[in-house]
């Protein structure tokens, strides 16, 4: 298929990315920094910069399908060190959002894994660990996953059994809800 | 009686660290003729200057060797010291034992050493066979001359003028204004190529210091740096330019056609044109080759003159002919310009046979208002707007399989603006480029650079174009993404091709006609890559603009400046001095077979008939006469007189062989 149809598939796609993300993807050079800094670029299935380069040629099929956006642990390295300032770590972000309304996500437990951490904090205004692991070892199905390391965190009292809420759960909650009302104003939550 | 003092210089450690100086110095004492000999830290400085000037004093030399560095760097330097102290300057002579000794020899210090001697033995044995030598004076012909009438050309001609020296500019085609007036708009400003050019133009021809000679071009040059004496040949413009007053009426009914050459064959001209609307001188000229009289005549019949008719002036003139006359100048600026590279050896680009696969110089004429489009951007093939445009980078640039293997500079930047231009004209085409790399060192250029790809939306693709096409309407273009690593095909409308930047095709001959130098793909050569680059080795004559290589217009105009201050630096001068190193012919020894003549490249030698008295008889015989103002002492003469009559004074054969003979006592 020639590039010219392949972005014609695209266009409703690739308008979309920039109503929701925000970003202009043109200003990327391609230097490759992002890449070069990311702490999991090792184990994606392309690199950052190559995501960088599909969405900026439209192809946000290619990008959204990729198992890349969901291994990005949103640390922001790539965003702070973008000589362009590009805002790397949200192009991630939009794409796995996309991929999840366009039902095309390529690491389903992880998404699973976000979909349990956002359910605590919700509930909790705070991160409750064991809450979490038991979660998403539930919603994945891998139910002995990680437990090894419960009774040694438990030693060090790095982990507290009974459930903890934040103590100012109303405020954490309405911060929640303002960046998710942001996230659906055009341009993201930015 | 030779008294010779030798000067052994450390150069700090340059010298001084591999060859011992002192040892040098002591081992040439007593050698015949040296009356002094010493080593000091920096013979160049001040100091080491003075010590030199206090020993001719002090022991009454009359010859002076300075064992030091290469007599490009200082030999000026110490001839000019030795005059200061009396002696003539062609009694010195300099042993380099940095660049041919301790530099090619560091960690060999004893072997160094050795060879120093020698050098230092050779330069003494020179020294005591020089003879006294008295530089000449040559007038200057307060005029220059500029070939080329392009920007280059015309703005170095002006910047001549405005300080006050006449100055010729002249251009082979019917107008000056060059490739600058072909050209729609110029980066990164975007500004109007002709509305900055004419005034320029119409500038250089109302200059009372400046005379245009176009339709013209140089024949023949003779002479040398201060008076070149040049052969121009007028060609027949078959319109008399005092009675022609360019009201264009002749134009409007001639009906021979032939292909627009300034715009690019994408449209025909009549045979009796000019060549833009904006020519200076705008003076039409009938092109022969399709003029239907001129055609007629050679089938012996003779038609139209509709022309003729039509000249309110009677101007018209069927029978003028090609006129050489000749012009004398002091200085010569070369501004002879660039081609574009033919980009029809590409097989895979369709060979120049697509007519929708253009090349960089046909945009800016389908673009340009007073083009054969009116300056709508549409195929030539079936005028319609194209929807998608394929751009295409370094065809012919750093390819130096097929192309050249140089980078032509100017590409990325007329690429982009060209991309830009195509938004702008229609906003609902996609543009897309194929790079190499994106080279945009220039005030300014990389931000244009990056404005193209982010707020106009061309996009980059980095890969060389593979093949292109014809595939029904469309033209298919199959690249790579370099970036992606997948092979990428776009259907496209229209391909514009930005082709390299090649010399003048005539770039080669002419540089033989003026006798400067030309690199292999045909620029013309500067005398120093980083320390004179608008002169040439032949002195006297100047390079401005893309002549030198590819050039943008910004830095041709620069260059342009540059030249016309070297030009000026010479006509300023009333006389100027000539090097008494010249050839000379002993006619005792003469036998007049005329071998050096041919050979010398300033035609400095003639044959002179000479009357001798042999045997008590009068008779006359030939013998080579050298011109000492034309003759640069470059010795091919000197090699190839069988009869060893030719001498060059300086490196005279008796001078050369004490140097041998030096050299070789070491050795026995």
């Not at chain 1, 590009?86 to 366009?102: F, G, I, P, S, Y």
């Not at chain 2, 002094?36 to 020993?55: H, L, R, V, W």
């Amino acid at each position: 298929m020639t590039l010219n149809e392949r972005q014609q598939q695209n266009e409703a796609l690739r308008s979309e990315f920039l109503r929701r993300s925000g970003v202009d993807v043109s200003k990327c050079y391609q230097c490759g920094k992002c890449s070069a800094g990311c702490p999991v670029g090792d184990h994606m299935d392309i690199p950052t910069n190559k995501i960088m380069r599909l969405v900026q040629m439209g192809l946000i099929d290619e990008a959204m399908q990729s198992s890349a956006i969901w291994l990005c642990a949103s640390c922001v390295t790539c965003t702070t060190r973008c000589p362009k300032g590009v805002d790397v770590a949200h192009v991630m972000e939009t794409l796995r959002q996309m991929a999840k309304d366009h039902n095309c996500v390529a690491e389903k437990n992880i998404d699973k894994f976000h979909t349990v951490w956002m359910n605590i904090l919700h509930k909790m205004g705070r991160m409750y660990e064991p809450g979490l692991i038991v979660g998403r070892n539930m919603v994945t199905g891998n139910i002995f996953q990680d437990t090894s390391f419960g009774v040694p965190y438990l030693a060090h009292r790095k982990l507290k059994l009974m459930p903890y809420k934040s103590n100012n759960i109303d405020e954490i909650k309405r911060m929640i809800e303002k960046a998710e009302a942001m996230d659906r104003e055009e341009g993201g939550a930015r | 009686m030779e008294r010779v003092g030798v000067f052994i210089c450390h150069c700090g450690s340059n010298i001084g660290a591999v060859v011992d100086c002192a040892r040098v110095a002591e081992s040439v004492k007593d050698y015949p003729g040296v009356a002094f000999s010493t080593d000091y830290k920096y013979m160049c400085s001040e100091p080491g200057q003075e010590m030199i000037q206090n020993a001719i004093r002090e022991h009454n030399l009359n010859r002076v060797v300075v064992a030091s560095c290469s007599p490009r760097m200082h030999e000026k330097t110490f001839r000019a010291c030795v005059a200061k102290a009396g002696l003539n300057e062609y009694m010195f002579e300099m042993a380099n034992i940095r660049e041919h000794c301790s530099w090619v020899h560091a960690g060999r210090n004893e072997e160094a050493t050795e060879k120093a001697i020698d050098l230092v033995k050779m330069a003494i044995s020179k020294v005591c066979n020089n003879e006294v030598l008295m530089k000449g004076h040559a007038p200057v012909t307060k005029r220059a001359l500029v070939v080329g009438g392009g920007i280059a050309g015309i703005q170095c001609a002006l910047d001549i003028a405005n300080n006050g020296y006449q100055v010729d500019i002249l251009e082979r085609t019917p107008s000056i204004g060059g490739k600058m007036s072909q050209i729609d708009k110029t980066f990164p400003t975007i500004d109007c190529s002709a509305c900055i050019l004419t005034p320029k133009m119409v500038e250089a021809s109302s200059h009372p210091n400046i005379k245009l000679i176009t339709f013209a071009e140089l024949e023949k040059v003779d002479g040398y740096v201060g008076n070149f004496e040049v052969t121009i040949r007028s060609k027949a413009r078959s319109v008399d330019m005092s009675k022609c007053t360019g009201c264009g009426t002749c134009m409007t009914k001639c009906p021979g056609k032939a292909d627009d050459e300034f715009n690019m064959n994408l449209r025909k001209r009549t045979a009796i044109y000019t060549p833009f609307p904006q020519a200076i001188p705008n003076k039409p000229v009938i092109d022969r080759e399709s003029c239907l009289k001129f055609k007629s005549r050679k089938e012996g019949k003779d038609v139209c003159g509709v022309c003729a008719k039509l000249c309110p002036a009677g101007a018209i003139d069927y029978e003028q002919q090609d006129e050489l006359f000749t012009e004398r100048y002091g200085a010569i600026v070369m501004a002879t310009g660039y081609e574009q590279f033919d980009h029809s050896i590409y097989g895979e680009y369709g060979y120049g046979k697509y007519p929708d696969v253009i090349s960089g110089l046909h945009f800016e004429r389908l673009v340009n208002a007073s083009g054969p489009t009116q300056g709508h951007i549409v195929r030539p093939s079936d005028h319609k707007e194209p929807k998608t445009v394929v751009m295409v980078k370094c065809v012919g640039s750093r390819d130096p399989e097929h192309g050249k293997s140089y980078c032509s500079r100017t590409c990325c930047m007329y690429t982009a603006k060209q991309a830009t231009m195509i938004r702008d004209h229609c906003p609902d085409t996609k543009v897309y480029v194929f790079y190499m790399d994106v080279r945009t060192p220039g005030k300014l250029y990389d931000e244009f650079y990056n404005r193209t790809r982010e707020e106009y939306g061309v996009e980059y693709i980095r890969g060389r174009v593979s093949k292109i096409y014809q595939d029904g309407e469309t033209l298919r273009v199959k690249g790579e993404d370099t970036l992606l690593g997948r092979q990428i095909e776009i259907d496209a409308d229209m391909v514009i091709l930005a082709n390299a930047m090649i010399p003048n095709p005539d770039s080669e001959r002419m540089a033989q006609i003026v006798g400067i130098g030309y690199d292999k793909d045909g620029w013309f050569t500067e005398s120093h890559p980083k320390l004179g680059p608008v002169e040439t080795h032949t002195a006297g004559v100047f390079l401005a603009g893309a002549c030198q290589g590819p050039k943008d217009i910004p830095d041709s105009v620069a260059q342009a400046g540059a030249a016309a201050v070297k030009v000026c630096a010479l006509l300023s001068k009333d006389q100027l001095e000539t090097e008494p190193t010249v050839s000379k012919v002993d006619n005792k020894l003469c036998s007049g077979c005329g071998l050096c003549v041919p050979v010398c490249p300033y035609k400095a030698i003639s044959l002179e008939t000479i009357q001798e008295r042999v045997a008590g008889k009068t008779i006359e015989r030939q013998v080579a006469n050298i011109n000492g103002s034309l003759c640069q002492g470059c010795g091919a003469c000197t090699v190839t007189c069988r009869s060893g009559a030719a001498n060059l004074k300086h490196f005279t054969n008796a001078q050369i062989l004490a140097e041998v003979d030096a050299l070789c006592q070491t050795i026995l």
